[in-house]
């Protein structure tokens, strides 16, 4: 095999374990995601989706949280509303 021919292999493995779904913990983009339910995840949903959402510059709503394993507890992440007084 040549070096160019194993560099190409090497990155398309890569890739289809990039794209290969949801994986353990969070998975997500700048609209929200979704985390692996575990007790454990369940303590840490909030400021795990929190510190997620605040890449984009956004804040973490929980939308749904079902508790049993194999679901999931779901998010969204959404611009606040910041309400600011203009004084004349």
């Known amino acids: 095999m040549t070096r160019k021919s194993s560099t190409i292999a090497a990155l398309a493995v890569t890739y ?17 995601g979704i985390i692996n339910w575990t ?11 929190a510190e997620h959402c605040a890449r984009f510059g956004k804040a973490a709503r929980i939308t749904s949280v079902y508790a049993r ?11 606040p509303r910041t309400t600011r007084r203009i004084r004349y």
């Open 69 to 79: 394993y194999g679901q999931y507890i779901g998010f969204e992440c959404y611009f």
């Open 39 to 49: 007790p454990e995840n369940q303590r840490i949903a909030r400021p795990w989706a």
């Open 16 to 32: 289809c374990f990039l794209c290969s779904g949801v994986g353990p913990g969070l998975t997500g983009n700048d609209t929200g």
